[in-house]
């Protein structure tokens, strides 16, 4: 199946500092990319779209200043979360429709802890 | 965001026993999908399903799209200690963004 990306798998940030995620679509080219965030034994919550070449489509509650996405090319997006605060630590992924998107491809996740 | 209706939400199940595990939803889907997610990764798609009714296998994963298309089961056979994890089912609908919503998952735990 498609592969997609995800870097890197675990960070420690202290509080304040900001922390970029990126998502890449290694064999498939991606217009549109999901971020979700995940807390332990919960299911996966959609934070937000990324869309190529336009602005990010973000769900309600999300804040899109505190969580900034970049879709730069057809296989990067990047999820950003600035100053960020202990309670931002939480288990980030990311995902691709692939074989025109009826199918959802995640990467491997990524495990932010704030200090 | 809408969630669909999982269960069991835990299982305790010695190798060798068969697993059955279902989702509901009160919103008809084009798009069926299961996920099995191990601690610390992303979820792995193991089964997709286009079609109501449809019955497809993946070794000894099978799983079933409802005729109402509100629904999917997702069955186990001969369960072995590697099948340990979360398995999620996620529901879709095309003509959109095909974005998967997502049940909370059923924890499946294997007694060797």
């Known amino acids: 199946g498609a592969v997609v990306s995800q870097h890197p798998s675990r960070v420690i940030c202290k509080s304040g500092t900001s922390v970029k995620i990126e998502c890449r679509s290694l064999d498939f080219q991606a217009t549109t990319m999901f971020w979700y965030r995940q807390f332990p034994k919960q299911s996966l919550m959609l934070m937000a779209t990324?869309?190529?070449?336009?602005?990010?489509?973000?769900e309600q509650g999300v804040e899109k200043d505190k969580f900034l996405i970049n879709h730069a090319s057809l296989t990067l997006s990047t999820l950003t979360v600035t100053s960020a605060h202990p309670e931002d630590s939480s288990f980030y992924i990311c995902?691709?429709?692939?074989?025109?998107?009826?199918?959802?491809?995640f990467g491997q996740g990524t495990r932010l802890t704030v200090v | 965001g809408q969630q669909l209706n999982q269960s069991p939400q835990s299982m305790f199940i010695q190798e060798g026993e068969d697993v059955s595990m279902n989702c509901t939803s009160s919103s008809i889907f084009n798009t069926w999908l299961w996920y099995k997610q191990d601690p610390g990764e992303g979820p792995v798609l193991l089964i997709a399903?286009?079609?109501?009714?449809e019955l497809t296998s993946n070794g000894r994963l099978t799983a079933q799209f409802g005729i109402t298309r509100k629904d999917s089961f997702l069955n186990i056979s001969a369960s072995i200690p590697s099948d340990v994890g979360i398995y999620f089912c996620?529901?879709?609908?095309?003509?959109?963004?095909?974005?998967?919503?997502f049940g909370r998952g059923t924890s499946l735990i294997v007694h060797p």
């Open positions: 990324s869309n190529e070449g336009s602005k990010a489509t973000y």
């Open positions: 399903l286009y079609k109501a009714g």
């Open positions: 995902s691709a429709p692939a074989v025109e998107g009826r199918r959802a491809f």
């Open positions: 996620a529901g879709q609908m095309s003509g959109g963004s095909y974005i998967p919503t």
